[in-house]
């Protein structure tokens, strides 16, 4: 299982890394958030894949699963999707501003005005 979940964190780290370097600016924010997903997969990866009770003390410790990186990742969840709503308004706004949303554009403008 854990061969299969590298396997799909490297995909979405290359799809995202190739988003992040193209010339368009929504094609970077999406880039963003399918490297926040892959960082979240990374982390589940990490901790050990492993099925068993709920995190509960008791019995049996060592059948049980860890808690502390699904919170983690439950945490660093909400904090990408509020980064990237952040991210899709400033794009929306210098759209709207500079009326293009290509890179090599919004890079010429600043000697222009």
């Known amino acids: 299982m854990e061969l299969l979940m590298s396997a799909a964190i ?3 780290f290359m799809v995202g890394t190739y988003l992040i370097l193209s010339k368009s600016l929504l ?3 999406l880039g963003t958030s399918l490297l926040s997903h892959g960082v979240h997969l990374l ?3 990490m901790s050990r894949l492993k099925t068993g ?5 008791g019995e ?7 808690p ?3 919170a983690l990742i439950l945490t660093s969840i909400v904090i990408s999707f509020g980064v990237t709503a952040f991210f899709f308004v400033l794009a929306y706004r210098a759209y709207q501003q500079l009326g293009t949303d290509d890179m090599e554009e919004l890079r010429g403008r600043d000697g222009d005005e």
């Open 43 to 45: 982390l589940l990866t």
């Open 53 to 57: 009770a709920a995190p509960l003390l």
């Open 27 to 29: 094609r970077i924010v």
């Open 60 to 66: 049996e410790a060592g059948s049980y699963v860890d």
């Open 10 to 12: 490297g995909i979405l």
């Open 68 to 70: 502390l990186p699904q």
